[in-house]
Antibody, heavy 125, light 109 residues
Framework: EVQLQQSGAEVRKAGESLKISCKGS????????IAWVRQMPGKGLEWMGI????????SYSPSFQGQVSISADKSFSIAYLQWSSLKASDTAMYYC??????????????????WGQGTLVTVSS | QSALIQPASVSGSPGQSITISCTGA?????????VSWYQQHPDKAPKLIIY???KRPSGVSSRFSGSKSGNTASLTISGLQAEDEADYYC??????????FGGGTKLTV
């Protein structure tokens, strides 16, 4: 079965570090981009960043640049989202999603066709 | 960062049709970027329902359709059913391998 399986819910204190994961199965993980999406309580989806597991090429939304770190281990088909110092405002559900389609310099026909179940991160102050 | 603007909420009665709009510079026809749409039920992960402006993934009801004109994309749901009550998000590529979601629209049936 093609799926993205995310790690379980986490509870941390402000200032602590955290790394959550997203494991792909049923397809060639290294060949498709994986994005991370935040959803704060009662709010909408926010696109955070994306990684190509094959070579770890990574891009971040300006809103999240410097706030989080995205990495991947293609040998284990896992993508990671990491914080070095959590804030209470990082409390949210985090989803990973696989990018399908293609982009060139001239056009982008990509979309997110496969989603993980989400990881709830709760940070207390 | 380019924004995608959606109405906060729409409503309709069972059997009716509704349309949700999504407006932004990143989806203007001149950019050649395509729009995707996602449905999210409470406490569930988002689900792709429309890609490349108007295509439906396998398994998605034909009651869902998408279109785009100028810098506005639209999602139409016909023959509304109670199960369609959910949040809906549009999404497009912006630049430099960065994407953006619309603010989301809550559909009440």
């Amino acid at each position: 079965e093609v799926q993205l399986q995310q790690s379980g819910a986490e509870v941390r204190k402000a200032g602590e570090s955290l790394k959550i994961s997203c494991k792909g199965s049923g397809y060639t993980f290294s060949s498709q981009w994986i994005a991370w999406v935040r959803q704060m309580p009662g709010k909408g989806l926010e696109w955070m960043g994306i990684i190509y597991p094959g070579d770890s090429d990574t891009s971040y939304s300006p809103s999240f640049q410097g706030q989080v770190s995205i990495s991947a281990d293609k040998s284990f088909s896992i993508a990671y989202l990491q914080w070095s110092s959590l804030k209470a405002s990082d409390t949210a559900m985090y989803y990973c999603a696989r990018r399908e389609g293609f982009c060139t310099n001239a056009r982008c026909y990509a979309y997110f066709d496969l989603w993980g179940q989400g990881t709830l991160v709760t940070v207390s102050s | 960062q380019s924004a995608l603007i959606q109405p906060a909420s729409v409503s309709g009665s069972p059997g009716q049709s509704i349309t949700i709009s999504c407006t932004g510079a990143s989806i203007d026809v001149e950019t050649n970027n395509r729009v995707s749409w996602y449905q999210q039920h409470p406490d569930k992960a988002p689900k792709l329902i429309i890609y490349e402006d108007s295509k439906r993934p396998s398994g998605v009801s034909s009651r869902f359709s998408g279109s785009k004109s100028g810098n506005t994309a639209s999602l139409t749901i016909s023959g509304l059913q109670a199960e369609d009550e959910a949040d809906y998000y549009c999404c497009s590529y912006v630049t430099n391998n960065v994407w953006v979601f619309g603010g989301g629209t809550k559909l009440t049936v």
